[in-house]
């Protein structure tokens, strides 16, 4: 019925401190994209269909999430970001650069992995994918203007639903409101 969604299964993964990129220390994007996707599907005998799949994350995940929606469109219906970790200028003290995800990490580094780099393959797919964002306005770990910059430009090529909270952190009290609040939003609008 409307406003439910239907039957499904949910796989939450650990991304360690890998930003979902096939970095030094692990293939995530591989890992996700090439064999979790594929097994589940098999083992629990899912749609395999791009209307099958909607994907989401937390933070570094929200960032993931992003990357994953906007790199490879034709594999999901629609992507929720919690307190998406999608900094554009990285900054010392910043878990990505305490984590060094990355090979020789750096600022030029950080921008060819950014979910904002794969914005034009996405249009380019012409495989659309609904975004659902939230944010809040008090979170100390990423700023809104980085998340309301991602929004906007995100907002010029796909369907974008962006909810900025006042008073909201980052925070496991901030993530349940919001996921109840994206789900919610996600079923009304689901169409099975």
Known sequence: GEGVLPEMVVVFIDGFNSFYVNGPAFQMETAVINDLIPYMEKTYHGAGTKEGRIIGGISMGGYGTARFALKYPQLFSNALMLSPAVWYEIRE????????????????????????????????????????????????????????????????????????????????????????????????????
């Open 93 to 192: 003290g910043q878990a990505c650069t305490d984590w060094c995800l990355f090979d020789g990490f750096a600022q030029k580094s950080w921008d060819r992995e950014h979910p904002a780099a794969y914005m034009d393959a996405y249009v380019s797919a012409k495989s659309p994918v609904d975004f659902y964002i939230y944010h809040g306005e008090a979170d100390a770990a990423v700023p809104h203007a980085d998340v309301d910059r991602f929004a906007k430009e995100l907002s010029a090529i796909a369907n974008v639903h962006y909810e900025l909270a006042q008073w909201r952190g980052h925070d496991w009290g901030t993530w349940e409101v919001f996921l109840n609040q994206a789900l919610e939003k996600l079923g009304a609008s689901y169409s099975f």
